[in-house]
């Protein structure tokens, strides 16, 4: 794994911290697949970390192809992990995949297909659905995610579903139509993606999320080392989160 290692994330379950996060095999560096650490102690800082291996499935159809971007999160006494994985189709498509996990290291049910690239602006060079990002609000579940080519294509969609609905159903959850946040050129950023969600200290719903502040890349996007980190408040309205520029934090 010592040539790709791949958004990590940081989660709190079952009395531990774990890391999740997406690695290669130095002799086959696109064989991208999910891998765990699991800290020895309650410090995340001070404390080890063990390598857990990969995420154990529950099927046979799991992680056979690149996959990447796992997310977790416990809802309703359940624990959840979401992921890209690409599937062919006559060309390579990534897709978004449901299951729930038995414990935090081993998935309990089959992957579910949760969003395909369905829309025109989830289509670019590369058909992606991928960095997905679970959050809560006013009795309603989340999952932004990141759609089409690293470039200036790139973009957030929106799933949701109502909070106790059945989260394995695919018919539970709706995209929306649109994507919620794209490229700006007034605003001066570009290809705007794989967001996180938090509260500030005052309890304000903020997300952050990469993009470039310029759309002119040379060679290959996924090799461009200028996606900077951006800090936006999301206020909800009519029970919807809304992402603008305008709320970009300057503080930061």
């Known amino acids: 794994?010592?040539?790709h290692i791949w958004a990590p994330e940081l989660h709190y379950l079952a009395g531990n911290w774990y890391i999740y996060f997406a690695g290669g095999d130095k002799d086959d560096i696109w064989a991208i697949r999910p891998y765990v650490l699991k800290c020895t102690g309650q410090d995340p800082v001070k404390d080890s970390w063990v390598e857990?291996?990969?995420l154990q499935r529950a099927d046979y159809f799991s992680f056979n192809d690149f996959s990447l971007d796992m997310t977790v999160f416990e809802h309703r006494g359940s624990m959840y992990a979401v992921w890209a994985e690409k599937v062919n189709q006559g060309k390579k498509i990534s897709n978004l995949y449901i299951a729930q996990l038995e414990s935090p290291t081993v998935m309990k049910s089959q992957q579910v297909l949760l969003t395909t690239p369905d829309y025109d602006w989830?289509?670019?060079d590369f058909w992606v659905n991928e960095g997905p990002t679970f959050m809560e609000a006013e009795g309603?579940?989340?999952?932004?995610?990141?759609?089409n080519s690293t470039g200036a294509s790139y973009c957030m969609g929106l799933l949701s579903a109502d909070a106790d609905a059945d989260l394995l159903d695919p018919a539970s959850w709706k995209k929306e139509r649109h994507p919620v946040l794209t490229t700006d050129e007034a605003a001066g950023l570009y290809g705007p993606?794989?967001?996180t969600f938090f509260t500030d200290e005052e309890g304000k719903l903020v997300t952050s999320y990469h993009a470039r502040p310029y759309d002119e890349i040379i060679g290959d996007p996924l090799y461009d080392i200028n996606r900077h980190t951006y800090v936006m408040d999301v206020p909800m309205?009519?029970?919807?989160?809304v992402f603008r520029y305008e709320n970009n934090r300057t503080d930061l």
Request: aromatic content about 8%; hydrophobic content about 45%; charged content about 15%.
């Open 1 to 3: 794994m010592s040539i």
């Open 237 to 241: 309205e009519n029970g919807m989160p």
């Open 52 to 54: 857990m291996g990969m």
């Open 122 to 124: 989830e289509r670019g």
């Open 193 to 195: 993606g794989h967001n």
């Open 140 to 147: 309603k579940v989340f999952l932004a995610f990141s759609a």
